[in-house]
């Protein structure tokens, strides 16, 4: 039999799962415990998440949600929601945050360490900085860094040397945070390369969208509450020009024809006054 630990966590995860509209799975690897309550912290009231065994994760899985299962790796948790996946997923990748460095880490991007001032007066800081590979000096009485130099490009290893060096600078070259594996609403499962969508591009492209319907709608003369003041205005607009082209006279056209009259009496006066 297993452990009744077991079955009440299970228990209480079917709970979870079966009172939020969104179910996800999330990976939590290299999450000091600071920072995980800190991202529980700034979750509250939107999300929940839980911590568990991959294998409790998996049981508690069932129906619909079931299709998560293959999204379990690693170090997981399943985190829970009434909102809107793609507001969650932007929560989260809001919550990523900087940490130091402890080596061994891989660099996600090149690690720089930029010219100027240091906050460290001479000494053997000095010595530790050039060993390091960063051009170091001391000039007027400060210890400054010559120039600009990549110590770590993307995708090698940080040595624990580098390291401790870059805590010194106070870089904090690792990103930390929840992963999203995937989410789960309404039978349907949303992976990040669904979810991160740049939200001011959709509202921009639906916003051009919506001008292009409209110029379309006008010029096919498609009535709507949103067209028909347009497509009435350029209606009296052609019907004009046409009663002018056609000379047909009416209470609209007359002051025209009369300017029009009058302005090629003028031009004629001006040909045979001489």
Do not use: C
Not at 113 to 124: A, E, I, L, M, S
Request: hydrophobic share 40%; proline share 5%; net charge positive.
């Amino acid at each position: 039999m297993p452990a009744q630990w077991k079955l009440k966590e299970v228990e209480e995860l079917k709970k979870l799962i079966s009172s939020h509209q969104v179910v996800g799975i999330v990976g939590i690897r290299g999450i000091p415990a600071p920072q995980m309550q800190e991202m529980r912290a700034r979750l509250r009231g939107k999300a929940i998440l839980r911590v568990s065994k991959n294998s409790l994760i998996e049981r508690a899985l069932e129906n619909g949600t079931s299709k998560l299962k293959e999204f379990i790796e690693g170090e997981t948790g399943i985190i829970v929601s009434n909102m809107n996946p793609f507001k969650l997923y932007k929560e989260i990748e809001k919550m990523r945050m900087k940490a130091p460095a402890k080596g061994g880490e891989i660099a996600p991007e090149d690690i720089v360490v930029k010219k100027g001032d240091t906050p460290f007066k001479p000494g053997p800081i000095v010595g530790e900085l050039q060993k390091a590979g960063i051009p170091a000096a001391i000039r007027e009485g400060k210890v400054v860094i010559e120039k600009d130099v990549v110590l770590v490009k993307k995708g090698e290893r940080i040595s624990s040397d580098i390291a401790k060096v870059l805590n010194r600078l106070d870089i904090k070259p690792i990103e930390i945070g929840l992963k999203v594996y995937a989410l789960f609403e309404d039978g349907v499962i949303y992976t990040p390369d669904i979810l991160a969508i740049d939200v001011e591009k959709v509202k921009k492209d639906f916003e051009e969208a919506s001008k292009r319907a409209l110029i379309l709608a006008i010029e096919i003369a498609y009535p709507t509450k949103e067209t028909i003041e347009a497509i009435l205005q350029k209606a009296y607009r052609n019907a004009y020009m046409l009663a002018l082209e056609s000379n047909i006279y009416t209470k609209e056209t007359i002051e025209e024809f009369i300017r029009r009259a009058y302005l090629q009496a003028k031009a004629l006066e001006e040909k045979i006054g001489g």
